[in-house]
Nanobody
Framework: QVQLVESGGGLVQAGGSLRLSCAASGSIFSINTMGWYRQAPGKQRELAAVITSGGSTNYADSVKGRFTISRDNAKNTVYLQMNSLKPEDTAVYYC????????WGQGTQVTVSS
């Protein structure tokens, strides 16, 4: 079993920055892809950013140039640096880790005020 603990969400004004963290623990053998998804009220969960074990990244068009995903393999932790935040970035952000199975964090709220 793998546990994911997220942190770093909160309330920020438009144009501000936040950094999300997600630490994986438990029965970890080999972590493949780590990523961040988000779900706004009334909308489906969508990919924000993903990073492979080799460091390749992929971003949603809506966050390109503003968000940066990174990972620390020694700490089994993935980060999401979010800059130039917009009100439309308001959502619950979920960490997703692919190891022997697929695991989701509990979600952290990000609210961007205009």
């Amino acid at each position: 079993q793998v546990q994911l603990v997220e942190s770093g969400g909160g309330l920020v004004q438009a144009g501000g920055s936040l950094r999300l963290s997600c630490a994986a623990s438990g029965s970890i053998f080999s972590i493949n892809t780590m990523g961040w998804y988000r779900q706004a009220p009334g909308k489906q969960r969508e990919l924000a950013a993903v990073i492979t074990s080799g460091g390749s990244t992929n971003y949603a068009d809506s966050v390109k140039g503003r968000f940066t995903i990174s990972r620390d393999n020694a700490k089994n932790t993935v980060y999401l640096q979010m800059n130039s935040l917009k009100p439309e970035d308001t959502a619950v952000y979920y960490c997703r880790v692919v190891s022997a199975g697929v695991y989701w964090g509990q979600g952290t709220q990000v609210t961007v005020s205009s």
